[in-house]
């Protein structure tokens, strides 16, 4: 239960972060070393949800694999998704009609807003305040309702097939969706005047939990993460796929580096994915949501296939080895909250321990995705 | 080393073109080679372990072979180079007695360049040495590969269990891992 | 006696239920509304469920202390009670340091926060006890120094004699009587923020915080215990609402020197109970050096300039 005096300079004491927590966003257990109020080392324990998806990915045909992705990150699932369907895509040559790839684009940004949502609200909840997390649920009850009426599920989608969608959207969708981005634009500055302005707010967030854009480097953290610390890095820009080189949207850096530069990048990305929904919407051409001439069982040629996309907590890739079969001989799954929390470690020392908590908040952790 | 600062004023180049990169990073990797590699696979010949994928086609822009203990030095390289790491993947090539590790590096600083570094131990004795000393990043994928794979990587500071439980004795992703 | 008993009663179970119909509407639903007309009857069911449940005593609490914890928080605050001035003739018992009394069971109230986080065992428990001590000890200064203000220009410190002396029109009210003192508006928010933390409500509500500590110095009470300690929660807002009322706003007094009464206390300390609320569901919490930042830099050196500028005031005018 207690263990003191762990070394002979200072008395120190072992606590437990245990995998029940409100603030862990997740099962994370992190066995904290502390002197004081101050951590002396932070270590985080995963495994706690570890279902080894990348072993099913052995056992099961291509095809059978696709409600694997979305349980991984379930906030960001369609991006999840994407990934698996641009992967498969690559490795056999398929071609997407243009509808499909503005659906899909549509889609995902409006799960991004979702999710970005959804950290935002969790987020405040842990230093806090409880109200902005309500809020947050009724933007982000709307945009579940428009996703099943077309996906037909709320949270862990299985929308995406290799060479389309399956399902075509239609025009009441089309209109829920304006509707929405005309609602929820205005709620943005309400909530920068609500809560980031805040002074409460500004005095937890402004100069906690600064990270290097070296230290990222070195442990490949990416999306807001990576974005807080000034570097300029998103794969739909650098790295571009599916139509996001047609449309026209910015990229937000902040260069201070601390928990409010993160959580400003996820406010702003917010917007910028109304701005992306609106032109894809816009833009919407007409055809098949299928490729034609997709075989049934899918026999990619030997060698690796990789593929990157940004979802709402960062890089996500997928590697996968093929032997010609019709199942994957080694997927491997990248997910960004595991590089993103592999430098809590060396990032917390010497922090408090309300500082560390609001820190690891910043990096928006699904634990899920990081255990897989 | 005078071949590295030789390449150093090709890396600046780098940040513009898109095909300075591949030539860049083909040169740099042609000089600081210890033992060359000469390995024929699928259509194209390996020049000294390194091939030129097509990213189109792939997903990544260049693929190295490395003999294992030419694994820590790559990384410096590219390290060096401004390159971050982003996953270390273990392969389990049961047929041919071997394991493949895979180390998955991209450019985060201006136009997007991947490369890939392999390299095969044996299934006997997969020893491997640590890169985590230059990638801290590495620290988390080498533990879960070890952990799943049982790729043991000679130096890391902490090669214990991850994702399985403590008391776990066995390594799932393995080909004859049987439940 | 017994109307006083009651009114307590009543008071702790219900005032629960305003603060969760707050939150909901705040947070844009609706509250409680299953168990009776506008879940009015919630309370009952809140205490029906807390009353049946098995109070299980951790292994390694200190079972002393553990136990006396939610008992050393209820009595002082149930006691205060006795003290505070309903009407003008509506005090149980009348002191004539009852302003001092008020103070001194408040600091008690303190105390369980400290034998709670002890006895329960746990290291999280213990953290918040510790916390939640230093934050009472850093905002009690403020609040006496504040209420030393009001002391002086009364000149007495029976809570009847206070509210008395601010008979007549609001005017006469003594936040706004700056012929006293020209901080008096701002020592009334100094005291109310003192009150705040006092009676740990978020922003300042490090002794349990949720979220970082789970439930801080209640983590391992159940049952009963857990409701003893919410029960004396509210009773300590209560008291310190009728406090700022009394000191500041004129207790029984009418704004407008009409019918003076019970009905003009109790609407004026429920309108502050209702600030209470709002502010609990509005902001995020602060950080703890912040909140101790907070009293010692500000809030600390401004009460006592005040108290300096009242005496100067007095003494020349």
């Known amino acids: ?372 | 080393m005078l071949a590295a600062e030789g390449v150093s004023p090709e890396e600046s180049a780098k940040k513009k073109p898109e095909q300075a990169p591949q030539e860049a990073a083909a040169s740099e990797k042609d000089q600081d080679k210890k033992a060359p590699k000469k390995k024929e696979e699928e259509e194209k010949p390996r020049v000294n372990g390194l091939l030129e994928t097509d990213y189109a086609k792939r997903g990544f822009h260049i693929d190295v072979k490395l003999n294992p203990d030419q694994v820590v030095k790559a990384a410096e390289i590219l390290d060096g180079e401004g390159m971050t790491l982003d996953m270390v993947t273990g392969v389990d090539w049961i047929n041919e007695g071997q394991f493949e590790i895979i180390y998955d590096y991209s450019y985060t600083g201006g136009v997007l360049f991947r490369t890939v570094v392999r390299a095969r131990v044996d299934r006997a004795k997969p020893d491997i040495p640590t890169i985590s000393k230059v990638f801290g990043g590495a620290n988390w994928h080498e533990r879960e590969t070890w952990d799943l794979m049982g790729i043991n990587f000679v130096g890391h500071p902490q090669l214990e269990r991850f994702l399985l439980p403590e008391d776990a004795d066995f390594h799932p992703l393995r080909k004859d891992f049987k439940t | ?317």
Not at chain 1, 279 to 293: H, R, S, W
């Open chain 3, 1 to 317: 006696m017994i109307g006083l008993a009651a009114f307590i009663g009543v008071n702790l179970a219900w005032l629960g239920w305003v603060e969760r119909k707050g939150a909901g509407h705040f947070q844009r639903r609706i509250g409680p509304k299953e168990v009776g007309p506008y879940g009015l009857l919630q309370p009952l069911a809140d205490g029906l469920k807390l009353m049946s449940k098995q109070l299980i005593i951790p292994a390694n609490a200190d079972r002393a202390l553990y136990m006396a914890a939610p008992i050393v928080a209820m009595v002082p605050a149930v006691l205060s009670f006795v003290l505070i001035p309903f009407g003008e003739n509506l005090v149980p018992r009348e002191f004539n340091f009852g302003l001092l009394m008020v103070f001194a069971f408040a600091s008690m109230g303190g105390l369980s926060i400290l034998i709670g986080g002890w006895g329960s065992g746990n290291k999280y428990s213990l953290i918040a006890g510790t916390r939640a001590v230093s934050q009472n000890v850093a905002y009690e200064i403020p609040m006496l120094i504040t209420a030393m203000t009001i002391v002086m220009i009364t000149g007495s410190m029976d809570l009847n004699e206070i509210v008395r002396q601010q008979g007549g029109f609001f005017w006469k009210w003594n936040i706004f009587r700056l012929d006293k003192s020209i901080l008096m508006p701002i020592s009334f928010l100094v005291f109310f923020v003192c009150s705040l933390a006092e009676t740990n409500r978020t922003p300042f509500d490090m002794g349990e915080c949720e979220g970082e500590l789970i439930a801080g110095y209640h983590t391992e009470y159940g049952g009963m215990g857990f409701g003893l300690f919410m029960m004396a929660e509210y009773a300590n807002i209560v008291i310190g609402c009728s406090l700022t009322t009394i000191l500041f706003l004129g207790g029984w007094q009418c704004p407008f020197g009409l019918f003076p009464g019970p009905h003009w206390f109790l609407i004026k300390t429920y309108f502050l109970f209702w600030c209470f609320v709002w502010i609990r569901w509005t902001f995020p919490r602060t950080t703890f050096w912040g909140l101790l930042n907070l009293s010692w830099k500000y809030l600390i050196p401004f009460s006592l300039v005040n108290l300096l500028l009242t005496a100067l005031f007095i003494k020349v005018f």
């Open chain 1, 1 to 372: 239960m207690s263990s003191l005096a762990q070394s002979h300079l200072y008395e120190t004491f072992e606590l437990n972060i245990g995998p029940q927590h409100p603030a862990t966003h997740g099962v994370l257990r992190i066995k904290v070393v502390m002197d004081g109020e101050y951590i002396v080392k932070a270590e985080p324990v995963l495994g706690y949800i570890h279902r080894m998806h990348e072993k099913m990915g052995e056992n099961r045909t291509w095809n059978q694999f696709w409600p694997n992705m979305s349980r991984l990150d379930y906030l960001s699932a369609m991006a999840y998704n994407r990934c698996y369907a641009g992967l498969m895509e690559r490795a056999m040559g398929i071609e997407v009609p243009p509808r499909a790839e503005y659906i899909r684009v549509i889609i995902e940004e409006l799960n991004r807003i979702q999710s970005h949502l959804l950290g935002f609200g969790a987020y405040v909840m842990d230093l806090g305040g409880f109200t902005p997390l309500m809020y947050a649920m009724d933007e982000r009850e709307q945009i579940l309702n428009l996703l099943e009426a077309v996906t037909g599920s709320r949270l862990t989608y299985c929308y995406h097939r290799f060479g389309g969608v399956y399902n075509d959207i239609d025009d009441d969708f089309i209109a829920g969706t304006r509707a929405f981005i005309k609602r929820f634009r205005p709620q943005i500055p309400m909530y920068h005047k609500l809560v980031t302005g805040n002074v409460i707010l500004m005095e937890r967030l402004v100069g906690i939990g600064p990270i290097t854009a070296e230290i990222c480097r070195k442990y490949g953290a990416s999306g807001p993460v990576l974005r807080g610390s000034g570097v300029n890095f998103d794969i739909r820009k650098n790295e571009p796929y599916s139509v996001y080189p047609e449309l026209d949207f910015d990229i937000p850096v902040y260069h201070e580096c601390d928990s409010m530069a993160r959580y400003l990048v996820r406010m702003d990305e917010m917007f910028q994915s109304t701005r992306i929904i609106e032109q894809a919407l816009n833009k919407l051409p007409d055809g098949p949501v299928m490729a034609e001439k997709v075989p049934k069982t899918l026999k990619p040629p030997k060698g690796d296939y990789h593929f990157a996309v940004e979802a709402a907590r960062g890089l996500f890739s997928m590697r996968t080895v093929s032997d010609g079969t019709n199942t994957s001989y080694r997927m491997r799954l990248r997910s960004p909250t595991y590089s993103n929390v592999s430098l809590f470690e060396e990032a917390s020392q010497g922090m408090l321990l309300s500082d560390a908590l609001a820190f690891l908040g910043s990096l928006d952790p699904v634990i899920p995705e990081m255990d897989r």
